[in-house]
């Protein structure tokens, strides 16, 4: 039977504003549609097995074998063979480092794609599937909020792509100088809205912005972690990782520095696909609303999201904490109101979470470079540290592995001042600073951003 995919709000009953959807979609509708009518996340109503002889298999192969074998798991119903072999191949084409820091502790940089960023994984391969799916003759509008990284490798991954616009919205105070200046200058179906306000008014004008029926034939979909079609390329270096590092059978933990949740998301779908996977950490920042639920079973949003130098972790309620709850048996809506509260104990059995303070951030930086002479970024820093916590409270000593998720050069002010030295950039990024262009600036209020939409976006090619 073909994977359909349903809303996570498709339970509720009573609720202002939601009329629920309770039909099931392809993963084609679901990938050009973003989000549920109703406001929900798709989620598939099945998960499918990989077996540990097949993941065992991929040893010493390059990345895009692994996404072979992941992406025909979820799709193969839907799209050929070739269709996504040539998907995976055009956009996995560098290299995805997995570095020991000291024994049984490895870090695994996600660093060396288009944009110096974990985002690049997702987006490369979204905008190949989208780009196979689009309706000849038909215009996409994707709308994607962004807390720095998630915009820029949107846009350079549909930069160019025939009959797609992309439309970027980032909090003007919360993201770095360098992050603006990728954002701002990829241009040609590309544009960037400089919003006053923080990451989540963003987030919140671009989900207001699907439900309204007035934007309906402007065709908008998402490339945040909101679509599916995000999940499912991030479960992919989970799989990478444990075939090359594991023993046959080995248990493996992994450490997320985790914001909106859809990276940390891609790991609880690899575990439900059959990897050994012996905790899921997801340390925050010090927007703790998910380290805060774990230990007292109440979830409260954070509102506002609190500014943490790790800035595209700020993010007071995580769009795919609604995916995290399905999962469990839950229902929690876009706005933070908890329906039905998932299955706490089994949560806590396979989850742990931590929130991380800035100067715990900052120390880590130093004290890794010192120690291991490896170089953190600031998010990064929050993963490692969140593994550093957990090892200390459970003395577990699992294969273990910490993601790092942006390149350090992209925040230079702040590794100049903790370790004394600028990184150097990487090749994708040194032509940054002589790129040109500007972003539109815009309030936070919906009215004024609806308006935009319908004067600049097209509907046809």
Known sequence: MPIRYYSTNRNLTDTAGIIPFTGAVSFKDALL????PDEGLFVPDAIPQLSLNDIHALKGKPYREAALLVAQAFLADEFPREVLRKVVYDAYNYPVPLEEVYPQAFLMRLDQGPTASFKDFAARMMARLMSHCRPQGERLNILVATSGDTG??????????????????YPTAEVSLRQRKQLDSIGGNVQALSIDGKFDDCQNLVKQAFSDPQLTKFNLTSANSINFGRILPQSIYYVYAYA???APGEEIVFSVPSGNFGNALGCEYARRMGLPVAKLLMP???NDEFPNYLRTGKYTKVAPSRDCISNAMNVGHPSNLARFFELYGGTVDRSGVVHRYPDIAEMRQHIFSVSIADEETRQTIKNIYELYKTVLEQHGAVGWAGLTAYRKMTADKNLAVSLETAHPAKFPEEIEKLLGFSPELPASMKDIDQRQGDAVTMSSNYENFKNYLQINLKIKE
């Open 284 to 286: 925050t920042n010090e």
């Open 244 to 246: 090359q590092l594991a």
């Open 33 to 36: 549609a973003g989000q549920a």
């Open 152 to 169: 820029s490798a949107v846009g350079e991954a549909f930069r160019g792509v025939a009959g797609i616009d992309v439309t970027i919205l």
